[in-house]
């Protein structure tokens, strides 16, 4: 009792809990007392014995609530304390380092501190900071989260080595780098998790999964998750390949399926080999007309891959008649199917082909094309490196003040934009001239 008194934080709950604790031993003593100097009289006795107990019943009890109590509020904040969700950037070891396929390796990260991280909505990505030789600021990355569990223990991201016509902003700069340099040990710096590209789990609507090459990253997440927290859910996971060479996680989801009757599987290899014999479903690429075969009920639909094969998808979906509504995807830039209706909307102008970018701050004036993204991404290529975070207009962290010229929204911003400011993260020159506070 007196340790469990001790452990009560609350200054006032602590002295009613000894105060119990007192009154207990004084009425048992009280009671012995009249017990013994009154022998001879049984009801003197009998009120010792009955004081003795209602002294102890009453002690205990209020010094039970207490004690639970107290618990209580202990376990609360240790929950409060220990999510973990950091706003900076926060430093991550290396754990292991494991080739999935010919092109993509996965990196294990636990947090150096050694302290507890969140978890994470499935198919939500990592932004990561990269100190590469021969660069004046650290490369900033974006990458898919690749699993998925609970607790979470680590964060595991999967990436493709991109070659010189990638689609990395500087064409294979970060991917090459983690690939040969990154290994096992080492410190690389992360934010949180973030993105609007997420599985429900909690849904009961059918779930169809289609990617292709690297696209599988998010999907191996949230098909996890499902297994994981929905075992009732229907899935679909629709995957296209070179060959078996080419294929991540093929074991891996081989083992979802075992553990999940509702995880229905199909692989095209566009070019299989002799050694791929039985590893894979149909050989060709992932179509609609192929989804249309497989998934014969009203279902969700999440995208991830090469934009000319989500291009491809979308309309053959919307050639289907699948309500734009029940689709979702991801992809490095726009697919030019996507429209307003689906979870990225086309730009709100139609802004300019080349635009002269003005970064005020860094004293650089630079050639903007179409094909480089969003000014953040731009900026990012030319070795200048603003704040930010969520990169899909929604924390307003890159916010900053625009004094010539006008932008265009890749999407619309979910964050509160200040009058005289752009979130640079998704956004686009509209004029031939910017002039950005930055």
């Known amino acids: 009792m007196l340790e469990n008194i001790r452990q009560i934080?609350?200054?006032?709950?602590?002295?009613?809990?000894?105060?119990?604790l007192a009154f207990s031993v004084v009425t048992i003593v009280s009671g012995v007392a009249i017990g013994l100097t009154h022998p001879k009289d049984k009801s003197a006795a009998q009120i010792g014995v009955y004081s003795s107990l209602l002294g102890?019943?009453?002690?205990?009890i209020f010094g039970l609530f207490l004690t639970s109590k107290a618990r209580l509020e202990s376990v609360t904040t240790e929950v409060k304390s220990n999510s973990n969700v950091w706003k900076d950037w926060r430093n991550f070891v290396v754990v292991r380092k494991v080739k999935e396929s010919e092109e993509i390796t996965s990196f294990y990260l636990q947090p150096e501190d050694k302290s507890e991280i969140p978890n994470f909505q499935p198919g939500q990505f990592l932004t990561i900071k990269l100190d590469i030789p021969g660069k004046d600021q650290p490369v900033i990355r974006t990458y898919s989260l690749s699993d998925y569990?609970?607790?979470?223990?680590?964060?595991?991201?999967?990436?493709?080595?991109?070659?010189?016509?990638?689609?990395?902003?500087?064409?294979?700069?970060?991917?090459?780098?983690?690939?040969?340099?990154?290994?096992?040990?080492?410190?690389?710096?992360?934010?949180?998790?973030?993105?609007?590209?997420?599985?429900?789990?909690?849904k009961s609507t059918p779930a169809v999964l289609i990617s292709n090459g690297v696209g599988i990253t998010p999907m191996i997440s949230m098909a996890?998750?499902?297994?994981?927290?929905?075992?009732?859910?229907?899935?679909?996971?629709?995957?296209?390949?070179?060959?078996?060479?080419?294929?991540a996680f093929r074991d891996e989801v081989k083992q979802l399926a075992q553990q999940n009757p509702k995880l229905n599987v199909h692989y095209c290899y566009s070019r299989p080999t002799s050694e791929d014999e039985g590893h894979y479903h149909s050989i060709g690429y992932v179509d609609a007309a192929l989804i249309k075969r497989l998934v014969r009920q009203e279902?969700?639909?999440?995208?991830?891959?090469?934009?000319?094969?989500?291009?491809?998808?979308?309309?053959?979906?919307?050639?289907?008649?699948?309500?734009?509504?029940?689709v979702f995807f991801e992809s490095f830039g726009k697919p030019k199917g996507a429209s307003e209706n689906?979870?990225?909307?086309?730009?709100?102008?139609?802004?300019?082909?080349?635009?002269?970018?003005?970064?005020?701050?860094?004293?650089?004036?630079?050639?903007?094309?179409?094909s480089d993204?969003?000014?953040?991404?731009?900026?990012?290529?030319?070795?200048?490196?603003?704040?930010?975070?969520?990169?899909?207009?929604?924390?307003?962290t890159c916010m900053?003040?625009?004094?010539?010229?006008?932008?265009?929204?890749?999407?619309?911003?979910t964050a509160t934009v200040e009058d005289g400011s752009v979130l640079i993260c998704i956004s686009q020159p509209r004029t031939s001239r910017v002039v950005l506070d930055i």
């Open 149 to 202: 569990s609970e607790p979470c223990t680590y964060y595991r991201l999967s990436i493709k080595r991109e070659g010189p016509n990638g689609l990395d902003v500087s064409p294979g700069v970060a991917s090459n780098f983690m690939h040969d340099y990154i290994n096992e040990g080492l410190v690389i710096s992360a934010k949180p998790p973030n993105g609007k590209f997420v599985l429900d789990v909690k």
């Open 56 to 60: 102890t019943g009453c002690g205990a």
């Open 299 to 326: 279902a969700e639909y999440f995208l991830c891959g090469s934009p000319s094969f989500m291009e491809s998808i979308m309309q053959g979906l919307k050639e289907s008649g699948v309500p734009e509504s029940r």
């Open 373 to 396: 993204g969003s000014i953040l991404e731009f900026a990012e290529a030319n070795d200048i490196n603003p704040d930010f975070s969520c990169r899909v207009g929604v924390c307003g």
């Open 9 to 20: 934080k609350n200054p006032i709950l602590r002295s009613a809990a000894a105060a119990s």
């Open 400 to 413: 900053c003040k625009i004094t010539a010229g006008e932008i265009d929204y890749q999407e619309e911003p």
């Open 224 to 247: 996890k998750a499902i297994t994981l927290l929905n075992r009732d859910c229907p899935i679909w996971f629709l995957h296209g390949a070179r060959d078996g060479k080419f294929h």
């Open 342 to 370: 689906q979870q990225r909307v086309a730009t709100v102008g139609e802004g300019e082909e080349v635009a002269e970018i003005v970064f005020a701050k860094s004293g650089k004036t630079l050639n903007w094309n179409k």
